[in-house]
């Protein structure tokens, strides 16, 4: 055997050797299906990268699985959960109904969500209440099964919902609702990418916000195969990307607040 055969062939083995192991790592990395929507600047169907896909390729590199993205409707996302076709949804906030269906995360970040206004001429009137019943004399948008529903409902608010934070706005820009809220930095991107400049300056936010300072987590199924420890690893991982700098880089990338 010539000395340049011998080569090729160590070679060659070296190279099936290789194929062989990362088949087999492959094999052993668990797939999670996590589903989502458009939730622009955190998750985006058609965008190549966005803050909540990367943040969670680098908790699977920590926890030795790979996240698959699904973008359905959120109602759809809630159920593929239940039916055990997808292992958890995000962001969500906590709430006790969800509680009684579903286990929490910790918290992948803190978002305060104010009510959004807009006037045409610009002014920036003071709207302020106490309580959700203040708010009988406006319109307010909303989204159907988002966690405010129920507060809605129960304070007896005229609430007009649709399927999208864009639809929301574009009804606020036009005057067919008063109020709307979601995550701040959500609803200042969704307004910053539909509207021009000298429109985006006539949309403001209430002094108080719907909601304050508040977690928004992934939502996991009860009854998902060794969920409960999945969930463990989970959070460890995410502790560990948030401690080691990897969470505030992600952050930084995608010119979020960083807040946690």
């Not at 009804?171 to 429109?199: K, N, Y």
């Not at 959070?235 to 946690?260: C, D, I, P, W």
């Amino acid at each position: 055997m010539t000395f340049f055969r011998k080569v090729w062939l160590t070679a060659a083995f070296l190279l099936l050797a290789q194929t062989q192991i990362q088949a087999r790592a492959s094999e052993t990395t668990e797939t999670l299906v996590i589903v989502t929507n458009d939730y622009p600047p955190y998750t985006h169907a058609t965008a190549r990268e966005s803050f909540l896909p990367d943040l969670f390729r680098a908790i699977g590199k920590e926890m030795n699985v790979r996240f698959e993205f699904h973008f359905r409707p959120w109602k759809r996302g809630e159920q593929d959960v239940e039916n055990l076709e997808a292992w958890g949804t995000l962001p969500y906030r906590w709430s006790e109904e969800r509680d009684r269906k579903f286990n929490f995360s910790d918290p992948l970040y803190i978002e305060e969500s104010p009510f959004f206004a807009y006037n045409a001429q610009g002014a920036k009137p003071a709207i302020r209440y106490e309580t959700l019943t203040d708010l009988h004399s406006y319109r307010l948008g909303g989204i159907q099964g988002y966690y405010y529903q129920p507060w809605f409902e129960e304070a007896g608010l005229n609430v007009e919902y649709a399927l999208t934070e864009e639809q929301n706005f574009k009804m606020l820009q036009l005057g067919r609702i008063d109020l709307f809220s979601t995550a701040r930095s959500v609803g200042w991107h969704v307004i910053r990418s539909l509207f021009p400049p000298e429109e985006v300056e006539k949309f403001y936010t209430l002094e108080k916000p719907l909601l304050p300072g508040a977690g928004l987590f992934l939502m996991t199924s009860k009854d998902y195969p060794n969920g409960t420890e999945l969930l463990e690893r989970f959070n460890a991982a995410l502790a560990k990307v948030k401690q080691n700098g990897t969470f505030e880089s992600l952050m930084n990338r995608h010119e979020l607040s960083v807040n946690y």
